[in-house]
């Protein structure tokens, strides 16, 4: 600050954390906050108290919507910091596929069936295999 005080800490502050385009499609159809309350995630209770007024603090949940990519801008709200400039970040949301089996060993040359799912709005969805959009490698 302008005394020269240093601060090793940002809890208790508070943020404007924003959601911006980062591609084709909107920021928020890629990305949305989610609330701390409506998570399982325990979290500092000034993160709580700072959400159950409506602000936002240093750390904030973000949910994957749909695949694609968005920017994730943060600033300090208080007017004796209006001259630190917002950190933005580019966030890319990608598919969350699960392999069956999800492990195994094989000697080689042999070979192993595994089928593919894709995680999607709360359900597990069958990928068909081959597909030009997944491919798997397996190191040598």
């Not at 492990?103 to 595994?114: K, R």
Request: net charge neutral; proline share 8%.
């Amino acid at each position: 600050d302008e005394h020269g005080n240093e601060f090793s800490t940002l809890k208790g502050l508070k943020f404007r954390w924003t959601i911006e385009s980062g591609g084709n499609a909107k920021g928020t159809d890629i990305l949305r906050f989610m609330s701390w309350k409506d998570s399982p995630y325990n979290t500092e209770p000034i993160l709580e108290k700072l959400e159950s007024q409506g602000s936002q603090g240093n750390k904030v949940l973000l949910e994957g919507i749909k695949t694609g990519s968005a920017k994730v801008s943060v600033k300090l709200v208080d007017a004796q910091h209006s001259s630190v400039p917002a950190a933005v970040e580019p966030l890319m949301v990608v598919a969350n596929l699960f392999l069956l089996p999800p492990a195994a060993n094989i000697i080689p040359c042999a070979s192993l069936d595994y089928t593919a799912n894709q995680f999607r709005g709360n359900r597990l969805i069958p990928v068909k295999l081959p597909s030009p959009n997944h491919n798997l490698v397996v190191p040598a």
